[in-house]
């Protein structure tokens, strides 16, 4: 059976979404604009967590990650500034209502590049806070120096280095 790609778009609701009707046929300046502009995101600047203890996790973030505060809007929400990222710090309610994640469930993993010899000066650092660190810092397979740890909603954070 030979598909064409309007029907392989189609069936992914792509035709939908970029304005495509049934039947019509685009131009390829139109299909090459309508499939790429979500291509060409290039940043991921701001990262919300949504946490189960706002005081234990703002305690974290800014004093054993020290992560300078960018701003505090309100309680439950404030913003640290992570290179040119923002890491935003809120509680669930405020926007979305979805129910919280259950404890002792991963929710995100976070990964924030260092330099190679700072991977154990990072472990160093963290055990010294009393952190507890998942795998301390281990050369992997794919090229990156890394250690592991977790924050107090059980996130999983990683430090890595390029080598």
């Known amino acids: 059976m030979i598909v064409n790609r309007r029907e392989i778009l189609s069936t992914f609701g792509v035709a939908a979404a970029t304005g495509i009707q049934s039947g019509a046929v685009a131009s390829g300046s139109e299909r090459i604009n309508e499939m790429t502009v979500l291509s060409r995101i290039r ?3 701001v990262v919300a967590l949504f946490a189960r203890d706002m005081p234990a996790m703002r305690r974290f973030y800014e004093d054993v990650m020290e992560f300078p505060l960018e701003r505090e809007l309100y309680p439950e929400w404030v913003e640290y500034r992570v290179g040119s ?31 190679p010899k700072q991977v154990d000066e990072c472990a160093a650092a963290l055990v010294a806070k009393g952190i507890k660190l998942e795998s301390p810092p281990t050369d992997q397979p794919w090229q990156h120096r890394t250690l592991f740890f977790r924050d107090p909603d059980g996130n999983v954070l990683e430090i890595y280095a390029d080598i």
């Open 43 to 45: 940043n991921l600047d």
């Open 85 to 115: 990222s923002l890491v935003v710090m809120t509680r669930l309610g405020l926007m979305f209502h979805d129910a919280p994640t259950p404890p002792g469930s991963l929710s995100v993993m976070l990964a924030f590049k260092v330099a």
